[in-house]
């Protein structure tokens, strides 16, 4: 008997997503679907719902009106058994109040693994889905979130500041970035890994030579959200890593949000922290961030903190997986000699074998 071709779900449960739409030339969602079936190739069947994806949002009206819509055509995707993985097409707003419209469990009937893809708002959706066997969670950009990485990166790193350069550098580089996430989303699906890589240094604490990990988090303003919820366990849990970045979040916000995880007892239960991006416009926050986890930590805390550019609202961003073991390794590295990279078990995490 042949073997179904098993799909590729996109999905828009967040912020509206017609901006990359236009950005890639696409006429409409289903130009979208077609340019993403041709570079994944025909190993999968590429779907996804075009009204959601065209859909649009009004801030002044609860931003979105599709909350039936969103929720069970993510939930199809989740309990179907033909799906390899489910793609978040971009973070936003608008998606925390579905969450009770999802039945997480059907994901304990599923007979095959699913790898889900999210980030920024999809922070709550990564970690309540972690929690389920079947289901490789990717702490991963959506790709719409690539115009705006590849702009800021222009400004950053290759000084273009006069008006418009960054944006028309970005659009440039655009169609090539597209298609690398893609590719290598298939990669991850497959087992064979990413060329996008998590590296940083430790910057408080201590730790061996290596310490194996299982890591909760993602968008601090966006996980504190499940705290006091019926989803806390998701991010409560003795002996996990706690990763966190944020984007365009004060100071005394930040502050507020790291209170709020140490009254919930989460940083006491933690083993450790991985801090990504942390930055406000051309601002970089990452210093008065540790200051804020000082405060809220015990004097001397040997609590191990390692901090990341490769992980957040950042280009290039590199994909952080969530719920599953995991290891920090210590590195001379060409970074630090405090030098830490995370180590996956890509064989261990195939969604979908290649025929």
């Not at 009004?58 to 033909?82: H, I």
């Not at 957040?312 to 995991?326: E, Q």
Request: hydrophobic share 40%.
């Amino acid at each position: 008997m042949k073997r179904r071709t098993r799909t590729i779900h996109i999905v828009a449960i967040a912020g509206s997503c017609r901006g990359i739409l236009h950005r890639l030339g696409c006429g409409s969602a289903k130009d979208l679907i077609s340019m993403i079936q041709d570079i994944v190739g025909g190993r999968y069947r590429v779907t996804g719902n075009a009204r959601l994806i065209e859909a649009g949002e009004d801030e002044m009206k609860a931003g979105r009106n599709d909350d039936v819509s969103r929720a069970s055509n993510f939930q199809r995707a989740l309990a179907n058994d033909q799906t390899a993985a489910i793609i978040s097409l971009r973070g936003g707003s608008w998606l925390t109040r579905i969450l009770p419209r999802i039945d997480f469990g059907v994901l304990r009937q599923r007979r095959s693994k699913v790898a889900l893809f999210g980030f920024s708002e999809l922070t709550t959706v990564i970690n309540i889905a972690s929690a389920y066997p079947k289901a490789v969670c990717w702490y991963d950009m959506g790709p719409a979130f690539i115009p705006a990485g590849l702009s800021r990166y222009a400004r950053l790193a290759k000084g273009m500041t006069k008006p418009g350069e960054s944006r028309q550098w970005a659009n440039a580089e655009l169609m090539k970035h597209f298609a690398e996430f893609f590719t290598d989303t298939v990669n991850m699906i497959e087992g064979r890994g990413s060329s996008r890589r998590i590296v940083g240094q430790l910057v408080a604490g201590k730790m061996p030579s290596s310490a194996p990990a299982k890591i909760s988090g993602g968008t601090l303003s966006v996980l504190v959200s499940l705290l006091g919820t019926p989803y806390a366990r998701s991010v409560i849990g003795k002996g996990r890593w706690l990763a966190l970045e944020d984007v365009n979040e004060s100071p005394h916000r930040i502050d507020r949000f790291i209170a709020h995880l140490k009254l919930s007892g989460v940083l006491a239960n933690c083993a450790g922290i991985l801090l990504g991006d942390f930055h406000h416009g051309e601002s970089d926050y990452i210093k008065q961030v540790l200051a804020s986890l000082k405060m809220s930590l015990p004097a001397n805390s040997p609590l191990p903190i390692i901090a990341s550019q490769d992980f957040g609202h950042t280009w290039p961003m590199a994909p952080l997986l969530i719920g599953r073991k995991i290891e920090f390794r210590r590195t001379a590295g060409t970074r630090s000699a405090k030098g830490v990279e995370l180590v996956i078990p890509w064989n261990r995490l195939a969604t979908n074998r290649p025929t």
